[in-house]
């Protein structure tokens, strides 16, 4: 991948190759609708998570008012 980038201008000085390289390894690391879909699902998993906790706290504390 750098090998090619490096390529496209070959007259390049080494500090403007290694720019460009960073540059390729940065936009390639960004993003994609792929991985905020799994965000998404990862923060709805959580507040699944808690709203059953908060559910299970609310059902033992019934029971437990319902024995007085």
């Known amino acids: ?38 965000d998404r699902i990862e923060r709805l998993e959580q507040e699944v998570g808690r709203l059953k906790e908060e559910l299970r706290q609310s059902r033992d504390s019934a029971a437990v008012d319902a024995h007085k």
């Open 1 to 38: 991948m750098t090998h090619t980038a490096n390529h496209s201008i070959p007259e390049q000085g080494k500090f403007r190759r290694a720019l460009a390289t960073a540059w390729a390894f940065l936009q390639a690391m960004e993003s994609t609708g792929f991985d905020h879909t799994l």
